[in-house]
């Protein structure tokens, strides 16, 4: 039973390049989300999904877009990295919006550098 | 200011101490609380859920949370060093978007 999975699990990137961060769940649940951790900022939602089909922004959605591309999978992507962006990268999923109960992945640490 | 305030720590206990987690908030229109464990290079996961006021107990775990104070807490009796993790605080108005506290991390020495 996989749950949420997230990768990569690091990735050092140079400002100015792109990348996907990749999630996938296996709970059948209809909401995603991304979140971003700092250091004495805690969990700031970047964007969720409360179901397939729908996007929306979240805390802190500047740089950063987002796809759901089906039930299972939702990805972030990073157009042109900024030093601003180096943090940890947590996808969640719950059932859905009206469920209490988050799951995490393990997280991708990001650099950038 | 925030909207959900935790003490960062970090608590250091010894094993079988009971501890005692914080966090105060000013919304007072959130009205669900939760308390998620974190281990070092992991996510979150969740831990404690409140609905409202009230109490809460879940096996060495207790929350309690105090909206007149707009106050929560969670206490862990006979600590144990598997306990030693970040604490993070999540609460909301409407069950949608949570707001998170910074964490705590607690250390339980043995």
């Known amino acids: 039973n996989a749950g949420v999975t997230q990768t990569p699990k690091f990735q050092v990137l140079k400002t100015g390049q792109s990348m996907t961060l990749q999630c996938a769940q296996d709970?059948?649940?209809?909401?995603m989300y991304w979140y971003r951790q700092d250091p004495g900022m805690g969990l700031r939602l970047i964007y969720y999904?409360?179901?397939?089909?729908?996007?929306d922004k979240g805390e802190v959605p500047n740089g950063y877009n987002v796809s759901r591309l089906n039930k299972r999978e939702f990805s972030l992507r990073l157009e042109s990295a900024a030093p601003s962006q180096t943090s940890v990268y947590f996808c969640a999923s719950r059932l859905d919006s009206n469920n209490e109960k988050l799951f995490f992945g393990s997280g991708t640490q990001l650099s950038v550098l | 200011q925030k909207e959900v305030e935790q003490d960062p720590g970090p608590l250091s206990v010894p094993e079988g101490a009971i501890v005692s987690l914080n966090c105060t908030y000013s919304n007072s229109a959130f009205q669900y609380f939760m308390w998620y464990r974190q281990y070092s290079r992991k996510g979150p996961e969740l831990l404690m859920y409140t609905y409202s006021s009230g109490n809460k107990e879940d096996g060495r775990f207790t929350a309690q949370v105090d909206k007149s104070s707009k106050y929560i807490s969670l206490f862990i009796r006979d600590s144990q060093p598997s306990d030693s993790a970040t604490y993070l605080c999540?609460?909301?108005?409407?069950?949608?978007?949570?707001?998170f506290g910074s964490g705590t991390r607690l250390l339980v020495r043995p």
């Open positions: 999540a609460m909301s108005a409407s069950s949608y978007k949570l707001i």
């Open positions: 999904s409360a179901s397939e089909g729908t996007t």
């Open positions: 709970m059948n649940h209809n909401s």
